[in-house]
């Protein structure tokens, strides 16, 4: 199993802003992976984030708007940036051992 | 593409009577399907993965290939199920694609 946690919990930005999510597994996984879950919605895959290489980004999503970090197997980085109120919704972390295990969640309000 | 279907948003039922959460997947192949559950205010957690064939909570799910479904069905109801439930399934990418999610209600 994996115990994931991500810092913020929550925030609430001015638009034109950036916010980074950290997310910190207790160990190590080669798969991490970031979902978004807008407002009454599921979970979209935003991007893997791979150890030691460039994220691999989902269709609509872009490394400009979603740059991510993996600089070990044990953390990540989802940045948000130049945020407008259509970003406000969930981040949620996850990662993989024998199977995927998912982060409490970021709620981002963009003003 | 590859889809994971899940027919119904809300699903309300009373406490003891049967539930089913319907799942429907597009996939030619053997999939890799799960249901996860995520109660009010708490994260996101598996609760069934088709190859273990386990119940959980008193949930059970059967892959049916003929059909393409992985439905959810538990027996008898109890509150502390209400929750939202959503089909998922992995890709060859270790990706999980879910379904757009039940909502369960159950009723005293």
């Known amino acids: 199993s994996a115990v994931i946690s991500q810092k913020p919990s929550r925030d609430i930005c001015q638009r034109g802003t950036s916010l980074t999510i950290q997310c910190q597994v207790d160990s190590q996984v080669t798969m991490m992976f970031w979902y978004r879950q807008q407002p009454g919605q599921s979970l979209t895959l935003i991007a893997t984030?791979?150890?030691?290489?460039?994220?691999?980004?989902e269709s609509g999503f872009v490394i400009d708007k979603f740059p991510i970090s993996r600089p070990n197997l044990t953390f990540s980085t989802l940045t948000v940036s130049n945020m407008s109120p259509e970003d406000s919704s969930i981040y949620l972390c996850s990662a993989r051992t024998d199977t995927q295990y998912f982060g409490p969640g970021t709620r981002l309000t963009v003003l | 593409a590859q889809r994971v279907t899940q027919p119904e948003k809300l699903l309300s039922v009373f406490k003891g009577a049967p539930v089913e959460l319907k799942c429907n997947y597009s996939y030619s192949g053997s999939p890799e399907l799960f249901w996860y559950v995520q109660y009010s205010r708490q994260r996101l957690q598996l609760l069934l993965r088709?190859?273990s064939r386990e119940s959980i909570k008193g949930f059970t799910a059967d892959l049916n290939k003929g059909e393409t479904s992985f439905h959810l069905k538990k027996p008898f109801a109890q509150e502390e199920d209400s929750a939202m439930y959503y089909c998922?399934?992995?890709?060859?990418?270790?990706?999980?694609?879910f379904g757009s999610g039940t909502r369960l209600l159950v009723r005293p």
């Open positions: 088709h190859i």
């Open positions: 984030a791979n150890q030691g290489s460039e994220a691999t980004y």
């Open positions: 998922a399934r992995v890709d060859s990418s270790y990706k999980l694609i």
